[in-house]
């Protein structure tokens, strides 16, 4: 028998005596009760308490994968700025290619090998 059943006969067998001892005394009233009693208080408490740990452990699952996925995100991210700084130099070179004297060459020789 589990703790909290033990604790729940327990008061069932207390109710029972007080109520007999009523009687005994000359008042059959009802025991009183409160807004819950102790043991299905205490049982509710324990299944709250197991689905709490539960979803504890779901949302830790999720927090991991989504730290996965920032890690990600961050390789990406450097990634796309390394690229982006690449993209810029080889701008700023075909300008210099293009510039200038040389520039006029090299586009007046690529027309000709076009024509070719």
């Known amino acids: 028998m ?9 008061l069932r067998v207390n109710a029972e005596l007080a109520a007999e001892l009523r009687a005994l005394a000359g008042r059959a009233e009802s025991p009183r009760r409160g807004r819950v009693p102790a043991a299905r208080g205490i049982a509710r408490l324990h299944a709250e308490r197991e689905a709490l740990q539960t979803q ?5 699952t999720a927090l991991e994968h989504l730290q996965g996925v920032q890690v990600a995100l961050d390789v990406v991210s450097a990634e796309r700025e390394r690229l982006g700084r690449e993209n810029e130099r080889l701008a700023a070179e ?5 510039s200038g004297w ?3 060459l090299r ?6 090998l ?3």
Not at 56 to 60: D, G, I, N, P, R
Not at 94 to 98: A, D, G, Q
Request: proline share 0%.
């Open 102 to 104: 040389q520039g006029a």
């Open 114 to 116: 076009a024509r070719g």
């Open 107 to 112: 586009r007046l020789r690529a027309r000709l």
């Open 2 to 10: 589990d703790e909290s059943a033990r604790v729940e006969e327990l």
């Open 56 to 60: 504890l452990a779901e949302t830790q």
């Open 94 to 98: 075909v300008v210099r290619l293009r």
